[in-house]
Nanobody, 115 residues
Framework: QVQLVESGGGLVQAGGSLRLSCAAS????????MGWYRQAPGKLRELVAD???????NYAASVKGRFTISRDNAKNMVALQMNSLKPEDTAVYYC?????????WGQGTQVTVSS
């Protein structure tokens, strides 16, 4: 059973930056695509960025050009660099596999962007 632990969230002003990290356990991490998801109050969880085992990336239109996802397979880690943050980026951010196994969500990490 793979475990995922997110960290790095916080409170920042609009235009600021944060770097989120996700530490994973398990022997199959290196062959699985990974994603960063977020959920704002009253809204559904959405995928904002994903990365394949080989490093190919995709981004939601709302974050493209501002966020960068990366992974280090040797260390079982995935990161999300968030620049030029906007108040609408405020959400709880989660990392998970793509697609996410049912019931696999952790606590996530809160990102709050003030205006």
């Amino acid at each position: 059973q793979v475990q995922l632990v997110e960290s790095g969230g916080g409170l920042v002003q609009a235009g600021g930056s944060l770097r989120l990290s996700c530490a994973a356990s398990g022997s199959i991490f290196s062959i699985k695509p990974m994603g960063w998801y977020r959920q704002a109050p009253g809204k559904l969880r959405e995928l904002v960025a994903d990365i394949s085992s080989g490093g190919s990336t995709n981004y939601a239109a709302s974050v493209k050009g501002r966020f960068t996802i990366s992974r280090d397979n040797a260390k079982n880690m995935v990161a999300l660099q968030m620049n030029s943050l906007k108040p609408e980026d405020t959400a709880v951010y989660y990392c998970n596999f793509l697609p996410p196994p049912l019931g696999s969500w952790g606590q996530g990490t809160q990102v709050t962007v003030s205006s």
